[in-house]
């Protein structure tokens, strides 16, 4: 089976930026999606198709891909970013999320 | 506004069935594919299941093959997840979301991007 593995947590100041990598085999040859959860809410699509921002997201917000990396970057973190992340991509017709990641700003 | 609208949760003994259903409203219904992602207490994403726009087309995890069956009603808007031969490992939030294919040089691909989640419904497994 295919997987995606993500740091468990990162750590950032307000104002610094945050980078989140997801690490699969050939990941840079698959369209990858990050998505953003707050505790209690559902998740939100933050970037698709490896560096695309849906309309309503900020452009701090940005994203990359090539290797076996995505990496999520998130430019002059505020409060606000403070969430769990995650890749996705989609591997023989199933959808693989990564193992999630923790934004804490501090 | 895009709404994603889930029912059908509750308590229920392992072995037991149950069928969730999502209900859309603020975009063509017929047009979108679906998925299924739960997500258990505490736990990471995982998805269930997608849906192409006609139906002609479903997918699942490896997870829930042979006991879930995915479906959907163009003419009332809804999305159904029967769920059989339930496990506590099932237990969990399970999510309705909308595909939003990927498109290239005017050439789309399904499945792409999960652009619209719903709220959630709870599905706890458990005598």
């Known amino acids: 089976s295919y997987d995606l593995t993500q740091p468990p947590s990162v750590s950032v100041s307000p104002g610094q930026t945050a980078s989140i990598t997801c690490s699969g085999d050939k990941l840079g040859d698959k369209y990858v999606c990050w998505y953003q959860q707050k505790p209690g809410q559902s998740p939100v699509l933050v970037i698709f198709?490896?560096?695309k921002r849906p309309s309503g997201i900020p452009e701090r917000f940005s994203g990359s891909n090539s290797g076996n990396s995505a990496t999520l970057t998130i430019s002059g973190t505020q409060a606000m970013d403070e969430a769990d992340y995650y890749c996705q991509a989609w591997d023989n017709s199933t959808a693989i999320f990564g193992t999630g990641t923790t934004v804490t700003v501090l | 506004q895009v709404q994603l609208v889930e029912s059908g949760g509750g308590v229920v003994q392992p072995g037991r069935s149950l069928r969730l259903s999502c209900e859309a409203s603020?975009?063509?219904?017929?047009?979108?594919?679906l998925n299924w992602v739960r997500q258990a207490p505490g736990k990471g994403l995982e998805w269930v299941a997608v849906i192409s726009y006609d139906a002609t087309q479903k997918f699942y995890a490896d997870s829930v093959k042979g006991r879930f069956t995915i479906s959907r009603d163009n003419s009332k808007n809804t999305l159904s997840l029967q769920m059989n031969s339930l496990r506590a490992e099932d237990t969990a939030m399970y999510f309705c979301?909308?595909?939003?294919?990927?498109?290239?040089?005017?050439?789309?691909?399904?499945?792409?991007?999960?652009?619209?989640w719903g709220q959630g419904t709870m599905v706890t497994v458990s005598s």
């Open positions: 198709q490896d560096i």
């Open positions: 603020g975009f063509t219904f017929s047009t979108a594919g």
């Open positions: 979301a909308r595909d939003n294919p990927y498109c290239i040089n005017n050439n789309c691909y399904f499945p792409g991007a999960i652009d619209v």
